[in-house]
């Protein structure tokens, strides 16, 4: 999707996509990366989700990328942290508290400037992203992380249905997409309850993505 399309749903507030508590698929795989206390998380197109809460509470540090700075404004102010903020290359940081968020387009970030990462949390980020750039997607994110493992959230269901966001992104192009620098495993996959915003059934898949 265009950038404006995004910004203007953070103008509008429209943020169905905006989960209320904490991923339970995410609370319930986390630990599966077996990471130390005080890991780097990169979650990127983070918006303000309450799963980086969830992973600050868990003793990581989470580093995010976002495009709307609306979000991230809301996102520092629901954890009552006032954030340093400088700008690096096309990119603003923000950064307080084990929380480090670069405000723009992710493909302007680059690996000097997330540092070290652990593991990748996307939840929201890949299914956002329409067919044609989801493949420079998978192969910058890698870069960016030094093909750090992820945990992965897609969902699957009748893309004839409806345009998207959020897209369909099922098995055979996450193996397609990750495959060379990745083993992918899919750990669990669970029914959409009312499906894809009462229009298609549609199933959530979780992923871990371990170097290959």
């Not at 265009?2 to 203007?8: I, L, Q």
Request: one cysteine or more; proline letters at 8%.
């Amino acid at each position: 999707m265009h950038d404006t399309f995004w910004h203007t749903r953070w103008q509008r507030n429209e943020i169905g996509f905006h989960e209320l508590q904490p991923n339970a698929l995410l609370v319930r795989h986390f630990p599966a990366l077996c990471l130390p206390r005080g890991a780097r998380v990169f979650v990127p197109l983070c918006g303000k989700s309450l799963d980086i809460h969830w992973l600050l509470a868990q003793g990581c540090q989470v580093v995010g990328c976002e495009l709307s700075p609306i979000a991230v404004e809301q996102l520092f102010a629901e954890l009552d942290l006032k954030p340093h903020v400088v700008t690096e290359g096309r990119m603003q940081r923000h950064e307080a508290g084990g929380l480090c968020v670069f405000v723009g387009d992710i493909f302007d970030l680059h690996p000097s400037e997330t540092g070290s990462v652990d593991a990748v949390y996307d939840r929201a980020a890949m299914i956002a992203l329409p067919a044609p750039v989801r493949a420079a997607y998978a192969a910058h994110l890698a870069a960016l992380t030094h093909v750090a493992p992820q945990l992965l959230v897609c969902v699957e269901y009748d893309q004839s249905c409806r345009a998207g966001p959020p897209f369909s992104v099922d098995a055979a192009e996450v193996r397609q997409l990750y495959g060379k620098s990745f083993i992918p495993a899919c750990v669990e996959r669970v029914a959409v309850p009312g499906g894809l915003k009462g229009t298609c059934p549609a199933t959530e898949a979780v992923w871990l993505l371990r170097p290959a």
